[in-house]
Nanobody
Framework: QVQLVESGGGLVQPGGSLRLSCAAFGSAISRYTMAWYRQAPGKQRELVAS???????NYLDSVKGRFTISRDDAKNTLYLQMNSLKPDDTAVYYCNAVLGWHNYWGQGTQVTVSS
């Protein structure tokens, strides 16, 4: 069993930056594929970025060049550095961990981009 706890969300102006963190408890995440998803009001949850155990990454086209996903397996923590934020990035951001049929979610953290 893995518990995921997100932090770092908040209100930021357009063009600003935030760094989300996802701390994992209960199991080492080094073999897990980790990911950030987001869900805006009235929209389906979408994959923002993922990072495999070998640190290979994948990004949603609309965040490429602005967001960076990274992991620190020694700290059992996943990160999402978000730069040049836009109002369309406003959503609840969720941390996800997958290994085989094991699939875990965090509770989410709100990111609001507004002037």
């Amino acid at each position: 069993q893995v518990q995921l706890v997100e932090s770092g969300g908040g209100l930021v102006q357009p063009g600003g930056s935030l760094r989300l963190s996802c701390a994992a408890f209960g199991s080492a995440i080094s073999r897990y594929t980790m990911a950030w998803y987001r869900q805006a009001p009235g929209k389906q949850r979408e994959l923002v970025a993922s990072i495999a155990g070998d640190s290979s990454t994948n990004y949603l086209d609309s965040v490429k060049g602005r967001f960076t996903i990274s992991r620190d397996d020694a700290k059992n923590t996943l990160y999402l550095q978000m730069n040049s934020l836009k109002p369309d990035d406003t959503a609840v951001y969720y941390c996800n961990a997958v290994l085989g049929w094991h699939n875990y979610w965090g509770q989410g953290t709100q990111v609001t981009v507004s002037s």
